[in-house]
């Protein structure tokens, strides 16, 4: 616009030539539906009568007060949310479609319906949830004791009761050891870690780690996390319950499970040994996450190793929290993803309107604490109130904002997955909800070899594979095996060295690329 005084005033994207859906906001729900939805774009109608969106072919009903534009967004930012409740549909990804008197706007695979979600009601109040892939169960840290819940029979089943030092019991963050021989339970009113055999409870024991502290009638700080290491060692960090006034955040120590004795961590380069927040650790257990916490004096990020008692250490790292996939090569400390020995590989980076406050000013962008790693890396799940995100490791690209019908507790530990990622277990308001993917979204962790030449085979590990799987090297067809949803081999075609990308593709039609991670010598 040219105005007759001279001034000009530019105005870019101000105008939308009929409607543009550009994301979908809340992109996931059970196949039942009955979720909130949400979906952002230009050229949206001002009320629900002048459009109908469709989910997988399926009309739903707009919600009678729209939303506006997003608060402090303005152009080239979508301007426009629309709210609605999600219809039932098939497993599987479904196409989003408005239909306004301006035209019709289409966004391909935009929502995506698990195989199933399942709420399991319990009248005990959960702060932790570990999954046993060995014996097909969940332990849950239910104050006194812990609750077992079979994912064979769908049902809870007979409850352990943890041994103590004394008569305050309060078990909160949980652990298998690396051999899946023995569970470990964070008691933070005992001051101690619970040593229990789930296959013979005679074999139980305690070892006292450090008394309790009460700071406050709603602060009592004691063993909050634990992680097994090799070596039949743990890590035990104190600290307070989220979710009140005390919060995570404490000192760490080492448990030697054989001589049952206690110690200090070994010195090195971490600077959070006397006030970390949270621990996680590879299957093995030869590395270790130990994160800062949101309130804590100290920031950065360690990697321990219990072989060789060293620390990997990234000391610029601000943010709080840890994640250490199973196969320990990837890690990750809130929204910053580093390998398996803290170097920086990424962030997490979202459009801007996933960071904007939405919904009466509810901000997205502070997750519930202890966030989990697929065992190959690929996929990093956060837990919020009201959904989940899942996002693409390689990219730091959000894949999916997964809306939930009960509001997930703010404990321990919320959220705990299966290796491949393909289930979804979480502590909420009423109990366990489980959720069934059906598979994971489709990725690339990592490969066993960054180099190699024509004719190789390389393993990938990442996840969404199936017998539909294709693969290109370079844009050339390459032989896939596929062992599992997270296990694949490839065999290199015949094209020039250098870099080359590589494009998977399934019979739904997704398809992954990841670029720098392969070399053709």
Known sequence: MIFPDGVEVFDPLAFSYGPTLQYAFLSGGAPQGGVPGEVIGYGLPGDAASATLYIGGSAVSLDTALSGGLPDVGPPFPNKILDFTTPSGAPGWADITVNTA??????????????????????????????????????????????????TANQYTTSLNPPATGTSKQFTGLALTTDNSMLLAADLLDGSLAVISPDNPSNNYVIPVTPAVNVGSRCPLGPLYVAAGANNQALVVTGGLPGIACGPGGVVFVVNLAARAVGPPPAGNCPLLGSAGYLSAS?????????????????????????????????????????????????????????????????????????????????????????????????????????????????????????????????????????????????????????????????????????????????????????????????????????????????????????AAIVLTNSDGTSYTAVGLLTIQ
Not at 113 to 130: E, I, M, N
């Open 102 to 151: 301006d035209g019709t706007s289409t966004l391909s695979k935009a929502f995506f319906y698990a195989k199933s979600v399942r709420d399991y009601p319990s009248t005990d109040t959960f702060t932790g949830v570990l999954y046993d892939s060995q014996r097909q169960q969940l332990y849950l840290s239910a104050g006194n004791h812990i609750d077992v819940f079979s994912l």
């Open 283 to 499: 299957t093995t257990g030869q590395e270790i996450a130990i994160g800062a916490w949101g309130g804590g004096p100290a920031s950065g990020f360690c990697i321990y190793n219990p072989v060789t008692q060293t620390y990997s250490s990234n000391q610029y790292l601000s943010q709080a929290g840890a994640a250490m996939s199973g196969d320990g090569q990837i890690a990750a400390s809130e929204f910053v993803l580093t390998d398996g020995s803290a170097n920086l590989i990424g962030r997490v980076a979202m459009p801007d309107p996933y960071y904007s406050d939405i919904d009466g000013g509810a901000s997205p962008i502070n997750p519930l604490q202890q966030p989990q790693l697929n065992a190959a890396g690929s996929l990093y799940y956060m837990a919020y109130p009201n959904f989940i995100e899942i996002i693409d490791v390689r990219h730091g690209l959000l894949r999916l904002r997964f809306s939930l019908s009960e509001t997930v507790s703010d404990a321990a530990a919320p959220m705990a997955i299966d290796p491949g990622g393909s289930f979804i277990y979480l502590i909420t308001n009423k109990g366990l909800t489980v959720v069934d993917l059906g598979e994971a979204p489709l990725s690339i962790g990592w490969l066993n070899s960054a180099g190699a030449a024509p004719g190789a085979q390389v393993a990938v590990r990442g996840s969404g594979f199936n017998s539909s799987t294709t693969a290109t090297v370079g844009g050339t067809a390459a032989a896939v095996s596929v062992s599992d949803e997270n296990t694949m081999t490839l065999t290199l075609p015949n094209i020039s060295s250098g870099p």
